[in-house]
């Protein structure tokens, strides 16, 4: 707790617009805040109970945090995050003294030899990288089973609010270190679900940005079609804070160049909702598949949502996809290998058969689960991307996009509610989110799954912005 203007200040479940405040007011600086976030990734990511969310910490972040408490001192404390600690997925490069691994033995001394094109726009933000969180090895893209958060570098990543489930992923790490508090934001990545599912379990806000709202150069790829790096927080004005620092147009990574290049604050859309004026489309696809407690919360929401104002159109029953894992398939040799080659010398991997060799050779440590995934990929695709499987997902893709859009279009929506996982968001590039509505069996928290149209993330905003306020569903996993 922290005192400011007569009243106590929470500051570990607090947002960061209250810690700008605190910062502005001098109750607060980024170095203690920093060094708060560093004695919890000590004392309890670590632990007894040893969530293992951060799977390494940056030795220089308390020089930058002190670097930020004398710019604002000097009165340039310019940028949506000044000062304000962020913890990144271990599939997003770092330039220093940060390793950038995928969570494989095989990249374990891998220093990337630049920043990725969001790590960028985060520094040019004034946030503080405090270092890198555990994942799904390859982003979950290795082989078949495999554990969520498990890697052969960074081992297990336990669930926050229940250890012996496992946190989903790949961005498990990422997740866990928001939810238990070791960071106030993160940045995830998704190919298929991996920000999604991971918020929902371990009881936190993320978005999935529109294919293009962030740039993808830097990060560990599966899909140039498909893979897209988000915000995850506590809340929604946390994220939409974040997604504005990212947001951006990289002339290396083309979709981004779709979308007008101006910098967006996207919580200016959570000022003076009016809730009479939202619109939200629900389909109920499998709604009976969910147990209780998921229905129960489903409803409850719905029935919130319809008293407060907001327009309910029922019954859309939205046609889904069943191709998405073609594209990854027969893009991730291509990608991979083009990744590797931009390391240089930083990496003994030079190709993605170089990878499967290294894991051979040391298979003990490194293949737990195997990597069937990867030698399909390397030996079963040609790595043209000309097979008739993968142009087929491809105007699967087109098809479903084409429908998606028909149906925002038509109802004015926006948002659509579903009340089941879709993969209809990572495959056609529209934007997802989550927020949480309670706790659900197991002791698991609940999530709803929100679908916006493109480039149309304000609007999404509004939507879980007015579920928040309406459910308040965020519950801290750690009873402190």
């Known amino acids: 707790m922290v005192i400011r203007g007569g009243y106590m200040f929470n500051l570990i479940e607090c947002s960061i617009k209250e810690i700008k405040e605190a910062f502005q007011d001098k109750t607060l600086d980024s170095y203690t805040l920093t060094k708060l976030y560093l004695d919890r990734i000590a004392y309890l990511d670590q632990g007894k109970t040893k969530y293992n969310s951060v799977l390494e910490v940056n030795p220089d972040c308390l020089f930058e945090a002190e670097v930020k408490d004398k710019e604002r001192e000097r009165g340039v404390d310019v940028g949506l995050l000044h000062g304000i600690p962020i913890i990144l997925k271990d599939n997003i490069n770092t330039l220093g003294k940060i390793h950038t691994t995928a969570g494989s033995l095989s990249l374990k001394d891998n220093f990337a030899p630049y920043d990725a094109f969001i790590v960028k726009r985060l520094k040019e933000e004034g946030a503080i990288i405090l270092g890198k969180a555990n994942l799904t090895e390859f982003a979950n893209f290795m082989t078949q089973n495999m554990r969520n958060g498990y890697s052969s570098l960074g081992k297990e990543v336990l669930c926050a609010y229940n250890t012996d489930i496992d946190p989903s992923g790949s961005s498990a790490g990422s997740a866990v270190s928001v939810s238990i508090n070791l960071t106030p934001i993160a940045i995830g990545t998704e190919t298929g679900g991996s920000i999604m599912s991971p918020s929902m379990q371990n009881g936190i806000v993320g978005l999935k940005p529109t294919m293009g709202l962030v740039s993808r150069t830097g990060i560990v790829p599966i899909s140039s079609t498909l893979d897209t790096a988000g915000p995850m927080a506590k809340n929604v004005y946390d994220c939409a804070l974040l997604l504005g620092a990212i947001r951006g147009n990289d002339p290396q990574d083309p979709v981004t160049l779709i979308k007008d290049a101006y910098t967006v604050d996207y919580t200016k859309y959570l000022e003076?909702?009016?809730?009479?004026?939202?619109?939200?489309?629900?389909?109920?696809?499998?709604?009976?598949?969910?147990?209780?407690?998921?229905?129960?919360?489903?409803?409850?929401?719905?029935?919130?949502?319809?008293?407060?104002?907001?327009?309910?159109?029922?019954?859309?029953?939205?046609?889904?996809?069943?191709?998405?894992?073609?594209?990854?398939?027969?893009?991730?040799?291509?990608?991979?290998?083009?990744?590797?080659?931009?390391?240089?010398?930083?990496?003994?991997?030079?190709?993605?058969?170089?990878?499967?060799?290294?894991?051979?050779?040391?298979?003990?440590?490194?293949?737990?689960?195997?990597?069937?995934?990867?030698?399909?990929?390397?030996?079963?695709?040609?790595?043209?991307?000309?097979?008739?499987?993968?142009?087929?997902?491809?105007?699967?893709?087109?098809?479903?996009?084409?429908?998606?859009?028909?149906?925002?279009?038509?109802?004015?929506?926006?948002?659509?509610?579903?009340?089941?996982?879709?993969?209809?968001?990572?495959?056609?590039?529209?934007?997802?989110?989550?927020?949480?509505?309670?706790?659900?069996?197991?002791?698991?928290?609940?999530?709803?799954?929100?679908?916006?149209?493109?480039?149309?993330?304000?609007?999404?905003?509004?939507?879980?912005?007015?579920?928040?306020d309406l459910v308040g569903g965020r519950v801290n996993p750690i009873k402190e």
Do not use: W
């Open 272 to 468: 003076n909702i009016d809730s009479k004026k939202l619109r939200v489309g629900i389909d109920k696809t499998n709604y009976e598949s969910l147990p209780p407690l998921k229905k129960a919360a489903f409803d409850e929401t719905l029935l919130k949502l319809e008293a407060s104002g907001v327009t309910l159109i029922d019954n859309l029953n939205i046609e889904q996809t069943k191709r998405i894992y073609h594209v990854m398939l027969f893009e991730f040799k291509k990608v991979m290998n083009h990744y590797l080659s931009t390391l240089g010398n930083a990496s003994k991997m030079k190709t993605l058969e170089d990878i499967i060799e290294f894991n051979r050779l040391n298979e003990k440590d490194a293949l737990k689960y195997g990597q069937v995934i990867l030698e399909e990929a390397q030996y079963k695709t040609s790595g043209r991307c000309n097979e008739a499987d993968y142009i087929a997902a491809l105007t699967e893709r087109e098809h479903a996009s084409k429908l998606l859009s028909n149906v925002f279009e038509e109802h004015n929506l926006d948002a659509i509610y579903f009340s089941n996982y879709t993969s209809l968001g990572p495959h056609c590039g529209f934007p997802t989110m989550t927020v949480p509505l309670g706790i659900g069996e197991k002791d698991l928290p609940i999530g709803c799954y929100l679908l916006g149209n493109k480039y149309e993330e304000g609007r999404l905003l509004r939507i879980g912005k007015t579920i928040e």
